[in-house]
Each structure stands twice: as C-alpha cells, then as structure tokens.
C-alpha cells in the first residue's frame, strides 16, 4: 500500500528562494522531501544546506535526484574519452555526500536532451562500475525515464544487481513516450516515481489533473507493477501558478497527492474483490 506523499524541492521554482520553497512545502503538511543535488551554485540556500534545513524542519528526504549536465554531463559516459569517466567519478563522489547525509536512494538520467549517443558497451561498463561503488555504500539507484526509449532496458536487461531500478516519470512518459512504456519489464523494479502533469506538448510539471494523463491507468498500472513507494510529486512553481502565493500551490499539491492515493487505494481494494 502507498504509505505517503511526498514532493520535490524543486530549484527551478520562479520568483521564490529555496528556504520559501521548503517552508511552503513544510507548510502545506508534506513529511516527505526528495532533493535536486545537481552540483550548482546557489547563492541563498545551497544544496548541502537545503538538506540540513530539511532535516531541521523534520522533513524525511527519501532519495536525492542527482545532476545529468554541465558538471555530471550524463552523455559522456557513452563516448570513448576521459570524460565519461571523469563523470563517473564525480558521481561516486555525490554518493558519498549521499551516504553521510543518510540518503539510500539516488535518481539519475541515462541520457540529456534530445539527441544523446546511442547505448553502448562502454557506457554498461561505466554504469557497472558506478553500481558497485553504490553497493558498498548501501546506495540504491533507479535509474529515470527521461526523452529517449531503449536506454532503461538496456542498462536493466544487463545489469541484474538488487540496488538497481528506475524513476517511473509519469510526465515524460506522457509527453515524450505517447504513454508507451513497457512496464512488465521493470515489474518489482521500481523503486520511486515522479507524478506531474502535461498536455504532450512539452515536460510542462504541472499539477496532476491540470493536464491529460489518465491517472486511473497509470496508478493501474503501478500496482500490477508491485510499485510500493510514496505518492511523489515532481511539481514547479511557474506559468499560471505565479498566479497564486506558493503557499496555496503547495497546499494544492498536497491536496492533488492525497487524491491520487486515494485512486490508488481504490484500485488495491478493487484488487482485493476481484480475487
């Protein structure tokens, strides 16, 4: 059963610090926090910061989402130089931030932007290495859904360790997948998710149900998948929510979090009469 709602410290919000960010969210009842650990500077409240101040706040960060460009271009580890395996390195690096902070999961994308370089043998090899570093440190990785098919079964299909998964991204999988994704094949792997909403038209992070995913099919299709995790939101203060204070935003976040889970209980007791 889903035992929580949880919800995105997200640096990308518009016009707000990330202290009001994390008080807004603290504010609107959420107890569970993911955090964006993408290696950049930020003047007022930096990530290591974000972190103490979450857990000052009494917020549980359950997994970090780390960074896919600039410092950890993601790209680089499939092509043939150094610098894929600078990336690596840099990576391993964040898990030991991540495991003296007591943070057992990590998010991390397989790919940036819309071209990457196809999967390879010499990426598998540098993931490998990059999950055994993870093991040691009792790190779990669940590896994210991002614009591209094909680089989760490659990575998953090849790699058959226990700390290994995915980020189910329902708003990527909408706008970017037309909603295909082949769940059965990650059934009992996924290990967190990311619920936002769009039209198609671009990865837009809005609010579930101010977009055109079918809620009822996805939350479907997480509990025949054995998905057991938190109701976690991925959303953005932008566009027409600068409308409002962020304080009303996240308190209809968490409003939005608490109907899908109660969706998602419906469909486990319907579940439950069907048998």
């Not at 007591?102 to 991390?108: F, P, R, S, Y």
């Not at 204070?245 to 469909?267: A, Q």
Request: glycine share 6%; hydrophobic share 35%.
């Amino acid at each position: 059963m889903i035992n929580n709602i949880a919800v995105c410290v997200n640096n990308g919000n518009k016009n707000v610090t990330a202290k009001e960010t994390i008080d807004a969210i603290y504010n609107a009842g959420f107890k569970n926090v993911f955090i964006q650990y993408y290696n950049k500077y930020i003047e007022e409240l930096s990530e290591i910061e974000q972190i103490n101040y979450c857990k000052e706040l009494g917020l549980n960060i359950i997994f970090s989402h780390l960074g896919y460009k600039n410092l950890r271009n993601i790209n680089a580890i499939w092509l043939e130089d150094e610098n894929g395996e600078k990336v690596i390195d840099g990576y391993i690096e964040d898990f030991k931030v991540m495991k003296e902070n007591n943070i057992d999961l990590v998010v991390m994308h397989l790919t940036s932007g819309n071209e990457p370089p196809m999967y390879n043998e010499i990426g598998l090899k540098r993931i490998k290495r990059l999950v055994k570093s993870a093991k040691e440190l009792e790190i779990k990785i669940a590896f994210e859904n991002t614009k591209k098919q094909g680089y989760l079964e490659y990575i998953l299909g090849n790699i058959k360790e226990d700390n290994v998964g995915i980020c189910y991204d329902a708003g990527h999988c909408h706008a970017h997948f037309n909603d295909k994704f082949n769940y059965e094949f990650f059934k009992d792997r996924i290990f967190t998710v990311h619920l936002h909403d769009n039209d198609k038209s671009d990865d837009l992070h809005l609010l579930p149900f101010d977009g055109t995913i079918e809620w009822n099919n996805v939350l479907t299709k997480l509990k025949e998948n054995n998905y057991t995790g938190p109701i976690t939101l991925e959303l953005c203060y932008r566009y027409d929510y600068l409308n409002q204070p962020i304080e009303e935003f996240y308190k209809e976040g968490y409003n939005r979090g608490i109907k899908l889970e109660e969706i998602y209980k419906s469909i486990e007791t319907r579940r439950i009469k069907e048998t």
